[in-house]
């Protein structure tokens, strides 16, 4: 076991911003990695301006949002329109390994700091970019969020019940799962080739290929020719499958039924109702009413029961089951405080705060949050000084003037 973390030595110029581009450099920063968020003061981060924040006081270094984003990072406001926030900007990339950003096809060429620009300064850079679906093609300037990219990408059409309009996720899933996570396995190989090679490497992420991956079956169903529709809480092959209500104010359980051996396991935890020996359910060959009625009978079995004690039953059966919880339910959970899956950091103006822990450990060169997310502008001092080389004369007369903050 060694305290070294793996990306010990590598330093990210970190130009995303709002969900799937900050998540992506993230892991990077919490392996290791030296992650500068570069801000700006008059157009910040649009996540630090969204709730939750702490104590309900808005405020840009009190969102919980982007706390949670930003762990393990560094922040430094450059006013990247002006000659000397460009050339300062293009003075760190000079020092770094990697470039990331999540604008608008063409923004960052425009400012002066694309791929081209940032070769010029650094030859073997590691460059990514996130368009929203691609720097080609006839909608290559359109512009989205996760939200968006899940309508697009045809995961919201596969949300909800099949006789009612889809329901979405609940959240900007692309910007939570999958795109963020595909960026950081592809800055991972290309920094390994590089380590081989010497040379670093372009990488384009359109997030609306990289959302499609998440409905992959139903794309090639779509494929050879067969209608896919919502199926709400069912499944292909399990029924019962889905979440019953139980005692209480907005309790359920969620229950999982593949075998006969399920189904004979809940049907005992459900205290055998007559119903259980039917073979047959509504009529013959209308599978969603059929399961519409089978649903209706195990709801009307599990509504009188407590849903800790139902899964906890079930799961002793050997069906899989699991109690519903709600956010605070989820801090108190057993397996994720056994876990250290929550770490309390002190934030410098929201004070003891909860973080996600990385649910993942290496067993040699294990991550950890080294820190809480920055004040807005938190390090720009440091790094223009120490990394950068500014006298603090010449850093003094750029704060002034607002090129740097």
């Known amino acids: 076991m060694t305290s070294s973390l793996p990306l010990d030595g590598v330093r990210v110029a970190d130009f995303t911003w709002v969900g799937a581009g ?87 060429d425009r400012l002066g700091l694309g791929y081209k620009d940032a070769r010029a300064v650094r030859p073997d850079i590691v460059y990514l970019e996130m368009p929203m679906q691609g720097n080609t093609g006839p909608h290559r300037d359109f512009r989205g969020y996760g939200l968006t990219i899940a309508a697009a990408g045809g995961l919201l059409g596969l949300s909800g019940y099949p006789d009612r309009p889809p329901v979405g996720t609940g959240t900007n899933y692309p910007d939570h799962v999958p795109n963020p996570l595909h960026a950081a ?43 896919v529709d919502r199926m709400a809480n069912e499944d292909a092959v399990a029924a019962p499958h889905g979440v019953y209500p139980c005692t209480g104010e907005d309790r359920w359980c969620a229950i999982a039924v593949f075998t006969d051996e399920h189904w004979q396991a809940l049907t005992n935890v ?43 039953a079930l799961t002793a059966a050997g069906v899989p089951a699991a109690a519903v919880s709600n956010a605070a339910q989820v801090l108190e959970n057993p397996q994720l405080t056994a876990r250290d899956h929550w770490k309390i950091l002190d934030h410098p103006e929201m004070g003891p705060s909860v973080y996600d822990n990385i649910p993942y450990r290496l067993s040699r060169t294990p991550g950890r949050l080294r820190g809480p997310a920055p004040l807005l502008g938190a390090d720009t001092r440091d790094v223009c000084l120490d990394l950068l080389g500014l006298s603090l004369d010449e850093y003094e007369h750029l704060a002034g003037e607002g090129v740097v903050g």
């Open 270 to 312: 459900l205290g055998k109702p007559e119903w259980a020996e039917r073979t047959a359910y509504a009529t013959p060959g209308d599978r969603w009413a059929a399961r519409r009625e089978l649903d209706g009978l195990v709801a009307a079995a599990t509504s009188a029961l407590e849903a800790d004690e139902l899964a906890e």
């Open 22 to 108: 900050p998540f992506l450099t993230k892991p990077l920063a919490d392996h290791g990695a030296d992650v500068i968020k570069i801000e700006s003061r008059s157009r910040t981060d649009p996540i630090r301006s969204m709730a939750p924040f702490r104590d309900g006081r808005p405020g840009p270094n009190r969102s919980g949002y982007f706390a949670n984003r930003n762990s393990s990072k560094r922040s430094v406001c450059l006013d990247l329109k002006t000659p000397r926030g460009k050339e300062l900007a293009l003075a760190l990339i000079a020092k770094s390994d990697i470039v990331t950003s999540n604008f608008t096809p063409g923004t960052m």
């Open 185 to 227: 396995v592809a800055v991972l190989a290309a920094l390994r080739r590089r380590r081989r090679t010497g040379e670093g490497q372009y990488i384009e992420l359109a997030q609306l290929e990289s959302t499609s991956n998440v409905i992959g079956p139903a794309l090639l169903a779509a494929a050879t020719g067969r209608r």
